[in-house]
């Protein structure tokens, strides 16, 4: 070893501890706008976006998915989940899955389905993704439509098709990151497409200034105290939340859980997502609160990428309220201080 790799490894301690807060064994409890808590995520986060946005509507008014399909496209198979739900062959059938949504909500395995009424779905997907075909992501806006189609009480209901953009497999940035139409490690392409941005304005609205230079305060947060009845979660460590100043400060803020993709938890790519995605920046002008859960590799269950399970590796209830990491998330938003998460813990 090299006196100034020797040095890097000293020092890589200190300068992490002098971005970012250490582990704390609790969320701040922030004074949260209930009307404002929405959720997004990237490829498998997409699924997972979608899986907490159907389980929690009386929580979540909003999702943007990027790069992932519809709600309970895998049935528990993950041959499915790597055919139909990815390469969408054969493609999902988007009536028959929303028609098991309406069971599942009428036994409350789902949140109330009237909650969604004006709520808003942003679904982006690039035009160069070579993971998940277009078929798929157009599926999961086809998925609420028809939702909608069926219930009259959900004609406000905003569902926006993002599709034709220039991008691979990745989260776009406007600056930094890798080539645009690839899909490597961190997934954040480098498009002059600010996607972070695109979801605060589909899912807020017209950001009231312009974004500059995050000044709020990155947070790390130990996820295994917020563990369902102890219950593992297939999670790592520690989470992330990205607070910004004016939240800290008692202003009323909303809440955005953004889902990482494959690949993209903080073991793999370290801070890369958590800082340079592009949210935090937003999260500031928007007064939104930001919460970055992280998962963990494994092989039992089998979960090497350390993907959100969409197909079942948690257990069988994976995409409905009783699912472990939907437990665990509730409980997440409500040491946040999400009051209608609080009141939804105790649900089945």
Known sequence: MTIRAGLALMLAPLLLASCVRAPDNTLPKLNVDPARVKVAGLSSGAYMATQSHMAWPDVFSGAALVAGGPWGCAKGELATALGTCMKGVPAPDVKALASRARADAS?????PLRDLADDRIYVLHGKDDDRVAASVSKA???FYEALRAEDSALASMTVIWDGDR????????????????ASVEPYLGRCGF???GEIFD???GPAPASAKSPSGELLRFDQHRLRPDGRDAFLADTGYAYVPKACRSGA?????VVFHG???NAESVGETFVREAGFNRWADVYHVAVLYPQTRASYAPLNPQACWDWWGYSGADYDTRAGVQQQWLIRALAALGVARAQADIQQP
Not at 107 to 111: A, F, Q, T
Not at 166 to 181: I, K, Y
């Open 107 to 111: 036994v409350g395995k789902l949140g």
């Open 140 to 142: 999961a806006a086809q």
């Open 166 to 181: 220039n991008f691979g497999h990745n989260l776009p940035v406007a600056v930094s990151g890798e080539d645009c139409r």
């Open 194 to 196: 600010d996607a972070a």
């Open 202 to 204: 589909k899912l807020y």
């Open 252 to 256: 009323e803020c909303g809440v955005l």
């Open 262 to 264: 494959c690949k993209q």
